[in-house]
């Protein structure tokens, strides 16, 4: 059974919530950087919370992790690590690069759907984050 990677995020939008994903870290950074095939998109539009696999092909999201931190535009939108990996480095690597949460990806549809319910509820229901592009 194939395994999904993928970098996904949530945006707020009147009630709604709006959810995109992406196939692999260089996709994830062109969206959130308005480059490549997002060059026009409007890069001011950020995600409320960006969703993050590790195991992401062409650029891991370790990379990920570093570049959206080390951006002005981006480095305080939330990251929640979302990965299969329980080892304790990549928790501690995570955080360390500036990781707002880590969690463990259950291999099981159903509960992997619940886990996300659960994030999406935190992030975009009860989390107060700073307006898109201002710091803190």
Do not use: M
Not at 13 to 20: I, T
Not at 80 to 98: A, K
Request: with cysteine; hydrophobic share 35%.
């Amino acid at each position: 059974r194939r395994r999904h990677t993928r970098c996904g995020w949530l945006s707020r939008g009147l009630g709604d919530v709006y959810k995109r994903q992406v196939r692999d870290g260089v996709e994830a950074l062109e969206y959130l950087f308005g480059t490549g095939q997002y060059a026009s998109r409007d890069v001011r539009d950020f995600p409320a919370v960006v969703l993050l696999d590790l195991k992401l092909p062409k650029v891991d999201g370790f990379e990920v992790l570093r570049r959206i931190r080390a951006d002005d535009r981006t480095k305080y939108i939330p990251v929640v690590v979302l990965t299969t990996s329980d080892d304790q480095r990549d928790v501690v690597e995570s955080y360390r690069l500036g990781a707002n949460s880590y969690v463990c990806k259950p291999v099981n549809f159903k509960q992997f759907q619940e886990a996300v319910r659960h994030v999406q509820f935190y992030w975009l229901r009860l989390n107060a984050s700073p307006p898109s592009g201002e710091s803190p």
